[in-house]
């Protein structure tokens, strides 16, 4: 029987990332397969929950999809699996905007069905835990809220306290608590956590953790009560279903239109689920017919920030990926048809990254060669000419004759559309993410491929230059697949395609 659990939080910070790979890890030592999952663009959460599972961990950033496709890859990877755990993102109903429910931990558990706990600090409270409790469940129809799980609570004493003003006050059930233990806290950043890989002590955290978790959270009611049933076809059912109850219609002409509702998305998804796949498989075709693609994939603590649906599409698509290392490796291998940088903490490792000049020299003459790369982000950072961290400058590739500058605040942060206009005579709109504190300074224009707006604000970015385009915006390839098909055209834009 497959379950599913989404973990929610009042606001960041209160305990979803320790709680979420506590509970993975007393499952898994229960025996329990569990499938990991994580609301929003984030990257950090998802290496967390990759160390503790041993598996691939499957962001879910509704907003920049589109429901019916986030659907489809939840059902994609959770097919096999028996008890998905759904990190969310920030606080519950945070999200795209402050108008709508739209891109946070809400929408999805709602979209896809899975029942959520509310986990929040309730250190020096008593009543007013309920007050919270009340709130969260009750802002929004058809909330999911389950459960409740406590933080930061001083004593199985308190915990009763707490316990009997929520239940008493609320129809939400207490599964338990977490003591306030500096222990189970994880180190972070100028972005976030640490990398799961820079905690030298982090299995023995995990253990720890659970450990505490088995002894105050009531794990067998969870696994008891947490079963998943798919709304699969019937995804938006859920918004449709609660509109109509909104209205003023009587009765009769509800079920009306919840039953038009269900038919119009059973239809709406079978005809997304088909554009994908036939999507897909085009792609696979064109990447067969120019004998395969070989993309060297920069992966050390330097360049770690990908999506792994976005790694695992490019594997089932039959691209051989080569992990490179920028930080050890002293060329590009010669088979590599093309490069990917991805995002991540170039600006804390860049030390390391200038002492290796050899590989460095290697990329700048590839690219300046014609080798086609996509770079984000971080990538992005490297390519340009030199990275101040702030304290110091060091070396970076040099082929973007521009610089990168680390400041004391975050330059762009959140959710984006962008048009990409005329790269390979193409022009494309998604939806995209942004989170940096670095800027970019051009020391001769270079040409931008990107204009992107946020609200009211806009800019451009998408550096391109040869074959190669570098830009801040980390891009979840289902936002629009036609960007993954460019980007095939582009790591084969040197190899011959046999008719």
Not at 43 to 66: E, G, S
Not at 206 to 213: A, H
Not at 251 to 279: F, G, M, P, V, W
Not at 386 to 394: A, F, L, R, S, V
Request: overall charge negative.
């Amino acid at each position: 029987m497959q379950k599913a659990l989404a973990i929610g939080g009042a606001s960041s910070g209160s305990g979803k990332t320790t709680f979420s790979i506590g509970l993975m890890n007393a499952l898994i030592k229960r025996g329990i397969d569990v499938a990991p999952f994580k609301v929003g663009p984030d990257y950090i959460d998802p290496m967390f929950h990759r160390h503790v599972t041993k598996k691939k961990a499957y962001n879910l950033p509704v907003w920049m999809l589109d429901d019916m496709t986030t659907a489809y890859l939840f059902e994609k990877r959770m097919a096999a699996e028996s008890f998905a755990i759904v990190e969310g993102v920030m606080g519950y109903y945070d999200g795209h905007k402050t108008d709508s429910f739209a891109g946070s931990t809400a929408h999805v558990a709602a979209l896809l069905n899975i029942p959520a706990i509310i986990i929040f600090d309730a250190s020096s409270m008593s009543l007013s835990a309920a007050a919270i409790v009340h709130g969260f469940s009750t802002f929004k129809a058809n909330s999911m809220i389950k459960g409740v799980v406590l933080n930061n609570v001083a004593s199985e004493m308190h915990y009763q306290m707490l316990k009997q003003g929520i239940e008493h006050f609320t129809e939400i059930k207490c599964y338990g608590y977490l003591k306030k233990d500096e222990r189970v806290k994880l180190g972070s950043r100028h972005l976030g956590l640490l990398q799961a890989e820079e905690i030298d002590d982090l299995d023995e955290k995990v253990d720890y953790i659970s450990e505490q978790i088995e002894a105050t959270v009531n794990v067998d009611a969870i696994i008891e009560d947490f079963v998943y049933e798919s709304p699969k076809p019937d995804y938006s059912v859920l918004y449709a279903s609660e509109a109509v109850s909104q209205s003023s219609f009587d009765d009769a002409s509800k079920e009306t239109l919840t039953a038009s509702a269900k038919q119009d998305t059973e239809c709406s998804y079978r005809k997304k689920k088909a554009e994908i796949d036939l999507k897909l498989e085009s792609m696979k075709k064109r990447i067969a017919a120019m004998d395969g693609l070989t993309v060297g994939i920069a992966m050390d603590k330097s360049f770690s920030f990908y999506y792994d649906e976005n790694v695992e599409t490019l594997k089932e698509l039959g691209i051989t990926l080569v992990p490179i290392s920028p930080i050890k490796d002293s060329e590009i291998p010669d088979n590599c048809d093309g490069l990917y940088i991805g995002g991540g903490y170039p600006e804390v490792f860049a030390k390391e990254l200038e002492m290796n000049a050899s590989f460095r020299k290697a990329l700048k003459t590839a690219l300046g060669s014609g080798m086609p790369c996509y770079a984000e982000c971080g990538g992005l950072m490297y390519l340009t000419a030199c990275i101040d961290n702030g304290k110091n400058t060091y070396d970076a590739v040099g082929f973007f004759p521009a610089k990168s500058e680390m400041t004391n605040k975050l330059q762009r942060f959140g959710l984006i559309n962008v048009t990409m206009k005329d790269f390979m005579s193409c022009t494309l709109t998604f939806r995209a993410h942004e989170f940096h504190k670095s800027l970019i300074t051009d020391d001769e224009p270079i040409d931008k491929k990107y204009h992107i707006v946020k609200g009211s604000r806009s800019w451009t970015c998408g550096y391109q230059k040869e074959h190669t385009l570098g830009t801040y915006a980390h891009q979840h390839f289902y936002s629009n697949l036609d960007f993954l098909s460019l980007l095939i055209d582009l790591w084969g834009i040197n190899k011959p395609i046999n008719q």
